[in-house]
C-alpha cells in the first residue's frame, strides 16, 4: 500500500509540474488564465445559479485542459521530427482547431449564461 501511495504522489508531482510548465512557459495558457479569471469573477458578481456555475467551470476546465493536450502534442510532433512534413503539419493544426472550437465554444457558454445578467448589471 506504502508502494502504491507514493506512486500516486510521484504521479501528482508530474502532473502538477507540468501544469506549472504550462502556466510559466505559454503565453496562450496565461491568457485562458487571465480569461477564466474573468469569467470566474463575473459569476461571483452576477451570483449565477450552482448549475451555471459548474457549466462554467466545466468550460474552463475543458479549456485550460484543450491547451495543454495541443501543447503536449505540438512538443511530441517536434520531438519526432524538426523538419517539415505534411502529417506534422496535419497534426499541429488539428490539435490547434480543437483548442480554437473549445475556445469559441467556452466563449458561447460565458455570453449565454453571463451576458443577460450582465446586460442587466448595466441597465439595457
Not at 35 to 52: D, F, N, R, Y
Not at 117 to 124: F, P, V
Request: proline residues 2%; glycine residues 8%.
Amino acid at each position: 500500500m506504502k508502494k502504491i501511495l507514493k506512486q500516486h504522489h510521484i504521479s501528482f508531482q508530474n502532473a502538477f509540474a507540468g501544469v506549472w510548465w504550462a502556466l510559466t512557459t505559454q503565453p496562450n495558457f496565461r491568457i485562458h488564465i487571465f480569461l477564466s479569471l474573468v469569467a470566474l469573477g463575473l459569476s461571483w458578481i452576477l451570483e449565477i445559479s450552482p448549475v451555471e456555475w459548474s457549466i462554467i467551470i466545466f468550460a474552463i476546465v475543458l479549456g485550460l485542459g484543450s491547451e495543454m493536450v495541443n501543447t503536449a502534442l505540438e512538443a511530441m510532433t517536434d520531438l519526432i521530427t524538426s523538419e517539415w512534413r505534411k502529417e506534422a503539419k496535419i497534426a499541429k493544426d488539428v490539435a490547434a482547431g480543437m483548442m480554437l472550437m473549445v475556445a469559441f465554444g467556452a466563449l458561447i457558454v460565458g455570453l449565454v449564461i453571463l451576458g443577460p445578467k450582465l446586460w442587466i448589471l448595466l441597465g439595457y
